[in-house]
T-cell receptor, first 117, second 112 residues
């Protein structure tokens, strides 16, 4: 199947700092990528839809100024958690849809576990 | 009522057992349905799609009941490697959550 790579896998930072997470589609072009957040024992919650060349679409309750998304190319989307606080500690996962795959199949990155001290 | 509901488990079963997971969804207009598998601290991966006529893939059988808005996954002859969390996923065209809505998952633990 299609491959989506996410980096870094783990990050620990101090409260107030910013953290950037990269998501790359390695063998296909993704005009749309999705950013999810998953708290322990919870379902994946869509944070925003990243659109290549245009502004991201944020879900209700997600602060766009705090979670900056940039989708500058067809293979790269970045999520920056600005001024991170302990409550932002979570598992962040990106995904993309390969047009060649079955409808509804999303390919996920490996996820980035953020711990804010 | 949540859009996709699953029994969180955990289901603790011995190797070789048959285990069934259930899932209900609230949007009667939902179009497509899937089961994803998520290993601990890993990303979700598509296990199988769910078709109205029911479908089977080896030891896995998925069924859909649109009238009851109910989806099931049956695993026969459980293996240790089946231990994971199984996510019920619903695709709503035009929905707000990027079209795919994930359940919280049902945790399965297969013991020797």
């Amino acid at each position: 199947g299609a491959v989506v790579s996410q980096h870094p896998s783990w990050v620990i930072c101090k409260s107030g700092t910013s953290v950037k997470i990269e998501c790359r589609s390695l063998d296909f072009q993704a005009t749309t990528m999705f950013w999810y957040r998953q708290f322990p024992k919870q379902s994946l919650m869509l944070m925003a839809t990243s659109n290549e060349g245009s502004k991201a679409t944020y879900e209700q309750g997600v602060e766009k100024d705090k979670f900056l998304i940039n989708h500058a190319s067809l293979t790269l989307s970045t999520l920056t958690v600005t001024s991170a606080h302990p409550e932002d500690s979570s598992f962040y996962i990106c995904s993309a849809r390969d047009g060649r795959a079955v409808a509804g199949e999303l390919f996920f990155g490996e996820g980035s576990r953020l711990t804010v001290l | 009522r949540k859009e996709v509901e699953q029994d969180p488990g955990p289901f603790n079963v011995p190797e070789g057992a048959t285990v069934a997971f259930n899932c209900t969804y609230s949007n009667s207009a939902s179009q497509s349905f899937f089961w994803y598998r998520q290993d601990c601290r890993k990303e979700p991966k598509l296990l199988m799609s769910v078709y109205s006529s029911g479908n089977e893939d080896g030891r896995f059988t998925a069924q859909l009941n649109r009238a009851s808005q109910y989806i099931s996954l049956l695993i026969r002859d459980s293996k240790l490697s089946d231990s994971a969390t199984y996510l019920c996923v619903v695709l709503n065209y035009g929905g707000s959550q990027g079209n795919l809505i994930f359940g919280k998952g049902t945790k399965l633990s297969v013991k020797p």
